[in-house]
């Protein structure tokens, strides 16, 4: 009996063992289960496509409502539907050159893309300009205010100018300087040492210049392109300015634009003959080969 007794015990308290152990990690699994779930409801996701969206303003959660159109800001304005300032072109309500002899500190600025050209600054616009016409496009700075900077333009009328903003454009400094006297014919290159001091002479020559009926435009210009033509055999080498004629809209299938350039003959120096561009010796513009485009032009009546 005591042995028959005791054997059911035996066999009972294993059974009674695992049933209490399986109990208990079932518990334990629960809590984990629990606490898992907690956290990964309430973990961000790190990935975009599941990041929550932002939260909608008050006046725009309104399905009865279109989204309101945001107005850029006039800095991102892109200069559309305007007239790009070239030497082909002609612009409206520009600034006339408020000194037209006045010599600059040397500094130019060529446009990064295709920006817009204000009356004033943060004034109208009224027109476009593009980092690239006969090669790169560089402007004389002739002022500089509050984060703007007004130059010189290659379009018509002569001594136009336009602002553009000082952050959407490269600056560089040329320590060249040309000057042009009609009255005596000459021509004079200046260029400043490398303190910056007062520019000398390094140049002079003697010039031909626009005929009575068609004459050099006097005023405040500069270099605006070195070109090579193959439809003529006058002048190796052109150097366009950002002037015209006055009297001439067009002339040699171009838009009047006045130009340095060299004559197959010397007889043609010292005398008033072209159609208004400045005729030089060869020796000139082989040197003037070397100086950077929007070096400043002074043509005066001297």
Known sequence: MAKHASSPQKSKRP???RANLLSALAGVLVVVLGVVGVMWLSTPSDTPEEAPSLP???DEDKPSEAPKERKPAPAAKKATGLIESTT????????PDPD???RTEGIIVHPRSMITIHQRPNGKAIGKI???QIGDTWLPMIAEQDGWVQVLLPSKPNGSTGWLRANQVERNYTPYLITVHLKSMRMELWKADKRGRQPEVIGEWDIGIGAPETPTPAGRTFLLGSMVDPKQDYSPVIL???AHSDTLDTFGGGPGTVAIHTWPTD??????TSHGCIRVPKDALQQLQDVPLGTLVLVDDK
């Not at 082909?88 to 600034?95: M, Y």
């Not at 007889?267 to 008033?272: K, P, S």
């Open 15 to 17: 059974t009674s063992f």
């Open 100 to 102: 037209p002899q006045a």
């Open 267 to 272: 007889d043609v120096i010292g005398t008033a």
């Open 240 to 242: 366009p300015l950002g």
């Open 88 to 95: 082909h072109t002609r612009l409206t309500d520009t600034t």
């Open 130 to 132: 593009g980092p690239k």
């Open 56 to 58: 909608v303003a008050a």
